[in-house]
């Protein structure tokens, strides 16, 4: 059984950088692409960042690009999110995920597993 397990959130203040990590087991990490999405209070789960299994690919929603980076460490079955520059509008809980075999990195219905989500709280 797969397992993704993110860390690394926290409440800060505007202007402020965070890195999330997200840490897999249950099958082999380094053959699967990983995605980060966040969903805010009321509001439905969005795409923020994905990568491609070897890292040579990244893909990232109009809203964080240039602010947010996404890599992955594939020795250390380990995916992270650097966040620089947040902002008030990125207060949300974060969710780590892993990609089935083919599919739209940008759609949730392309994941198949999902982390429990870390929960990032930005302050004006």
């Known amino acids: 059984q797969v397992q993704l397990v993110e860390s690394g959130g926290g409440l800060v203040q505007a202007g402020a950088s965070l890195r999330l990590s997200c840490v897999a087991s249950?099958?082999?990490?380094?053959?699967?692409?990983m995605g980060w999405f966040r969903q805010a209070p009321g509001k439905e789960r969005v795409f923020v960042a994905a990568?491609?299994?070897?890292?040579?690919?990244?893909y990232y929603a109009d809203s964080v690009k240039g602010r947010f980076t996404i890599s992955r460490d594939n020795a250390k079955n380990t995916v992270y999110l650097q966040m620089n520059s947040l902002k008030p509008e990125d207060t949300a809980v974060y969710y780590c995920?892993?990609?089935?075999?083919?599919?739209?990195?940008?759609?949730?219905?392309?994941?198949?597993?999902w982390g429990q989500g870390t929960q990032v709280t930005v302050s004006s």
């Open positions: 995920a892993q990609r089935a075999n083919s599919g739209s990195y940008y759609a949730l219905n392309s994941y198949d597993y």
């Open positions: 249950g099958r082999t990490f380094g053959i699967y692409a």
């Open positions: 990568i491609s299994w070897s890292g040579g690919s990244t």
